[in-house]
């Protein structure tokens, strides 16, 4: 099993894993926000189906499918992206059950919507257009910062419309916009159930959380123990090296 | 200057401070929860005015005459609970800028409404009703835990209606009902602005939660360094002994 790399990409395996993927540093390499959510939704182990969405190289999805033998599939907007991820499934022969799709998720293919799903993942762009693209970063970045092709309502409305009642949806986001998110899960019938903040250091605020919903849940919202990035001298924390490199 | 003490009652330090409180076993007596709120709020200092509903003996209150040079109104409904405050407020001889009122959150008096503070406190019940009282709580307890005469949608509606534009209301709850406080604060046109979680010991998850928001505020959540009480040995953690013990 061999990856095909083209000019400017480089193989690098997922965190963790065993698993090759192809980054590229022009176009998308995955941040550890990708692997901590593929890592912290709860997934259906032994059958099932997944979704991600924004999908970028395919990192969640893969991350995703060395945790459940169910059918995952990815939609991701960005031809070239695409492109990529569908290589990266082939290269870890995982074709027969990891779907890479190129999709908006403003308006997905019935088969990816329409109430089938067990879990929807997603790390959006973070970024609210209000807040301005640099004219420095190209326009695969662009897209996968900041809210010009899709928003947090647009993933949260499809992640709703696309999973089976008590489906999952599990959200990587900034903490500054939490209160934004939860607001919109509970208007789309996602009630907010499980919540975990990432910090870069001991005694520094919160630069990620994470956030997972059941479609039509009842109230009840659990805070998990944060995690720690960094130790003071600047190595990752045990239980960091525990999530992420799963040692 | 004495504490008047009634049957029952005792008298006790307000941690990290060298105010004396009037305290009960059978009535009333403060929990972490009010100091670390009293001391997470931010408080206007030289002047302004401040407001704690649901304020029991008056802790949160005397907490934050600590920390403000302001006037502060603390408003119970228990009769008991307020003559309680009304001696420990007397007996720390600040009559002057610290008035204890009997009241109800639901229809407050028009000079403790009306848009008129910088900051509202409150350490609420916890309780929805349907998790159902246990009868072997006495009422003054039973009161103070579970929403009988006072919902979290109350005190919030409240808050929003005493404060200033770009006032602050500061909540302690538990984390289970964050999803439900943030979509109650927005709908009183509070934003959600600064929020810190409390565990238990490293490695556990959240049992309180502590939130402020702004009225009128842009939207932007800022989630502080978690406060982790107890360490391995089960002695308080140093960060924690600096909030609550103020050492």
Known sequence: MELEIQTGERMDFIAGTKMPIIQSETVFSYSIDAILLGRFAHVPIQKGRLLDLCSGNGVVGLVLATR???HIAMVELQQRLHE??????KGNGLEARVRAVRGDVRCLPDDLSGGRFDLVTCNPPYFPLREGVQRSENEHKALARHEIACTLEDVIRAGSFSLKHGGKLALVQRPERLAEMITLMRAYHLEPKRL????PAKGK???????????GGNAGLRTQAPLIVYTEEGAYTSEFQKVYLCQ
Chains 1, 2 share one sequence.
Do not use: I, P, W
Not at 84 to 89: D, H, I, P, T
Not at 196 to 199: A, G, K, N
């Open 196 to 199: 975990q903040f990432v910090h």
């Open 68 to 70: 459940s033998k169910g």
């Open 205 to 215: 605020e919160s630069n990620m959380v994470l956030l997972e919903g059941t479609k």
């Open 84 to 89: 990529m991820a569908l290589r990266s499934v």
